[in-house]
């Protein structure tokens, strides 16, 4: 049961340039939507979310945009630092309750 | 800054064992959720807890799981009789209401041999 697909495993960017990372969902009726990063060995970490009224939110070098008729939402760092090197996760929200992660894309940005 | 913590850190167990992963949400959070993610895979929900009983749960969160907030600060996710495929990275989660993003604990990392 894919409903929301991150069809990129792993993505490697040049410190300073813009990394985007993308996630594809299935189910319309998503109405809220969330990036976090994963460090090994800890938790996911919320980044920035989008409800699914907005098409694009932001917060400082984080940007998502939301393509509702293409059911497709990005995220764009920029300019990405190597710290920013981890495992991103998007995720939706199902109902009142439910969150269904994405299987994740290995950002590694290089010095 | 308020974090999720949870206990043990890493737990090893013997196949058909009882387990017990505890969580300690933030303490105004509302909204309680166990995730466990497989070596390598996404991280997948199994359950949601609101109003001191479960709000909803995933395929995987059959009856050899169960959830408790035995005295209003603990979360427990107790698994009757483990078997191989329960072993992964177990996450526990919280948020105060629906307009704010989850706040993730640590993990635990069960083994089950």
């Known amino acids: 049961d894919q409903q929301v697909k991150q069809n990129s495993p792993s993505l490697s960017v040049q410190e300073g340039r813009i990394s985007i990372l993308n996630c594809d969902y299935t189910n319309s009726m998503f109405d809220y939507f969330l990036w976090y990063k994963k460090y090994p060995a800890e938790g996911p970490t919320f980044l920035i979310s989008?409800?699914?009224?907005?098409d694009k939110n932001e917060d400082g070098r984080f940007t998502v945009f939301l393509n509702k008729s293409a059911k497709h939402l990005s995220l764009h760092i920029v300019p990405s630092q190597p710290g920013d090197s981890a495992v991103y996760f998007c995720?939706?929200?199902?109902?009142?309750?439910?969150?269904?992660f994405g299987t994740g894309t290995r950002l590694k940005v290089l010095a | 800054e308020p974090e999720v913590t949870q206990t043990p850190s890493h737990q090893v167990t013997q196949m058909g064992q009882e387990v017990i992963l505890r969580c300690v949400p933030i303490s105004n959070h509302l909204y309680f959720y166990w995730y466990r993610q497989i070596l390598g895979q996404k991280v997948e929900f199994l359950v949601s807890?609101?109003?001191?009983?479960?709000?909803?749960k995933s395929e995987i969160f059959d009856d050899q799981f169960s959830v408790e907030r035995p005295d209003g600060s603990n979360f427990t996710l107790k698994i009757r009789s483990t078997k191989l495929e329960d072993s992964a990275m177990y996450f526990c989660a919280s948020y105060r209401d629906r307009n704010y993003e989850q706040y993730f604990g640590p993990g635990t990392r069960l083994t089950v041999t």
């Open positions: 807890f609101y109003n001191n009983e479960i709000s909803e």
């Open positions: 995720a939706a929200r199902s109902g009142t309750y439910k969150y269904i």
């Open positions: 989008i409800s699914s009224i907005k």
